[in-house]
């Protein structure tokens, strides 16, 4: 595991962006693997920043989402579509037949995601897979519990992931999501880890130097040969000095 500790939560979106920008610039037709959530707003930003001043091309770029809610339509403001749309898709030059992201109407949830993972196994696999982490330890939308082994599949939510994401649990607040498995996001071949602020710190600490443990999905982490972890000043707050 590779660490890197910046200062604040720019630094942390730039240094980010540039490594993934520089991965493009290696592979122009790099997979891409993306997430969601706040933590990843400026590094989205800070993309479209390197395309807008010609240091990133996605002509070539395919990107496959972590995961999507279920049930959610594609247009609905909290939607991970909308999110994309909003933060990347509508700055940049990915041509829409390049973007995946899992389908949140999908009348058979389970073939979707099948045929999700099918999708991903044509396009050769994920080069580089991009994550945040969720204070119960989640990585895409597998809750603590989650296998190993788990494939792109149907998920609860956990109570706690709903409140933190909807504010409550209420009519017309999705329970479950469509999400790439544990399993699918270790086959990536290289992972970057985000985590920002302080309240992400004990978390952090104990996923990435804590025993491996289906309680913590993100320790699964620890299992891959090519993770690098970027934290920020608050998130590296119980991490131990080097
Ligand atoms: C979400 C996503 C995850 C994300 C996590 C943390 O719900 N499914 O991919 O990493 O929760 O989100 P945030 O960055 O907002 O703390």
């Given at each position: 595991?590779r660490?890197?500790?910046?200062?604040?939560?720019?630094d942390?979106?730039?240094?980010?962006?540039?490594?993934?920008?520089?991965?493009?610039?290696?592979?122009?037709?790099?997979?891409?693997?993306?997430?969601?959530?706040?933590?990843?707003v400026?590094?989205?930003?800070?993309?479209?920043?390197?395309?807008?001043?010609?240091?990133?091309?996605?002509s070539r770029?395919?990107?496959?989402?972590l995961?999507?809610?279920?049930p959610?339509?594609?247009?609905?403001p909290?939607?991970?579509?909308?999110?994309?749309?909003?933060?990347?898709?509508?700055?940049?030059?990915?041509?829409?037949d390049?973007?995946?992201?899992?389908?949140g109407?999908?009348?058979?949830?389970?073939?979707?995601c099948?045929?999700?993972?099918?999708?991903?196994?044509?396009?050769?696999g994920?080069?580089l897979?991009v994550?945040?982490?969720?204070?119960?330890?989640?990585?895409?939308?597998?809750?603590?519990?989650?296998?190993?082994?788990?494939?792109?599949?149907p998920?609860?939510?956990?109570h706690?992931?709903i409140?933190?994401?909807f504010?409550?649990?209420?009519?017309?607040?999705?329970?479950?999501?469509?999400?790439m498995?544990?399993?699918?996001i270790?086959?990536?071949?290289?992972?970057?880890?985000l985590?920002s602020g302080?309240?992400?710190?004990?978390?952090?600490?104990?996923?990435?130097?804590g025993p491996?443990?289906?309680?913590?999905?993100?320790?699964?982490l620890?299992?891959?040969p090519?993770?690098?972890v970027?934290?920020?000043?608050?998130a590296?707050?119980?991490?131990p000095?080097?």
């Open positions: 595991m660490t890197i500790i910046v200062d604040t939560y720019e942390l979106s730039l240094v980010a962006a540039r490594l993934v920008g520089d991965a493009i610039g290696e592979k122009p037709d790099l997979v891409l693997g993306l997430p969601t959530g706040r933590t990843p400026g590094f989205y930003a800070a993309l479209v920043q390197l395309y807008r001043q010609g240091r990133v091309d996605f770029v395919v990107t496959f989402n995961d999507e809610y279920y959610m339509d594609p247009r609905d909290r939607s991970f579509h909308a999110f994309m749309q909003k933060h990347l898709l509508e700055h940049v030059n990915v041509p829409w390049h973007v995946h992201i899992p389908d109407r999908a009348p058979e949830p389970e073939q979707a099948a045929e999700y993972e099918h999708q991903l196994a044509r396009a050769g994920i080069d897979l994550l945040g982490i969720g204070h119960n330890g989640h990585i895409g939308f597998n809750e603590p519990g989650a296998p190993r082994q788990g494939r792109t599949g998920v609860r939510l956990a706690e992931t409140q933190a994401n504010g409550s649990v209420g009519p017309g607040v999705p329970r479950f999501a469509l999400s498995g544990i399993g699918t270790l086959e990536s071949r290289k992972i970057l880890l985590a302080q309240d992400k710190a004990s978390i952090t600490r104990r996923a990435l130097l491996v443990t289906p309680d913590v999905p993100a320790s699964f620890q299992l891959h090519s993770l690098t970027i934290l920020d000043r608050g590296a707050a119980y991490w000095a080097s």
